[in-house]
């Protein structure tokens, strides 16, 4: 079966740093990988995806994905963080096109002024 | 498109009365699903749907939970009788075999007392 990891509860990182949030995934084949972001109140929104193609994604607002096989990573990235970034973060996979998509628990990113 | 559309954005309802939760997909879209968010469990799939029709439903928790697509505009998940444990985020997302990520409502914020 599928499944997600995100080690990380809560990420703290200041304004201007660069941060990352980890992910790790367990599927049977090649996976579909996603990333979510949730507002307070708010529905999860698109980030960005990986399907096949270039290891590094790019994707809404300035992240980043790089995806990595050997270690089963999908970690997000993005090189200077902005208060406007605090959020929810999920990650998410499929086995494949039409599967539903499996989240991980969630991690909460605070980025400090 | 204006997204996925779901009703009511609040619920609130006392113990053992129906609720009934309503979603609008994207058009042209032939999958649909029910997630239910809570801060002890996270995101859990309850049911989906592929052109109209109910793939899995492992996912939900009781019989007192129901889900129908009568047509490819149109989902309702209903919960009949309605218990305190019920209360959540209700999330309905759809996505299109191509495409790979699913896109989400505002959610249905589901409170029983």
């Known amino acids: 079966a599928q499944s997600v990891a995100q080690p990380e509860d809560q990420v703290n990182v200041a304004e201007g740093n660069p941060l990352t949030v980890k992910c790790t995934y367990s599927v049977s084949g090649n996976p579909y990988l996603f990333w979510y972001v949730q507002y307070p109140n708010r529905g999860l929104q698109f980030l960005l995806k990986y399907i096949t193609g270039d290891n590094l994604v790019k994707g809404s607002y300035g992240f980043e994905a790089e995806f990595n096989k050997s270690q089963t990573s999908f970690h997000l990235k993005k090189p200077s963080a902005l208060v406007s970034d605090s959020a929810l973060y999920f990650c998410?996979?499929?086995?494949?096109?039409?599967?539903?998509?499996?989240f991980g628990k969630g991690t909460r990113l605070s980025v400090i002024a | 498109d204006a997204g996925v559309i779901q009703s009511p954005r609040h619920e609130v309802t006392e113990m053992g009365q129906e609720v009934t939760l309503r979603c609008k997909p994207i058009s042209g879209h032939d999958y649909l699903f029910w997630y239910r968010q809570t801060m002890m469990r996270g995101l859990e799939l309850l049911i989906y749907f592929n052109n109209n029709v109910p793939i899995d439903d492992s996912g939900m928790p009781e019989d007192r939970f129901s889900a129908k697509m009568p047509n490819a505009s149109f989902s309702t998940l209903k919960i009949q009788p309605s218990e305190p444990r019920d209360s959540a985020v209700y999330f309905c997302?759809?996505?299109?075999?191509?495409?790979?990520?699913?896109?989400f409502g505002q959610g249905t914020r589901l409170t029983v007392v």
């Open positions: 997302a759809s996505s299109s075999l191509g495409q790979g990520e699913a896109f």
């Open positions: 998410a996979v499929r086995e494949t096109g039409n599967t539903p998509l499996v």
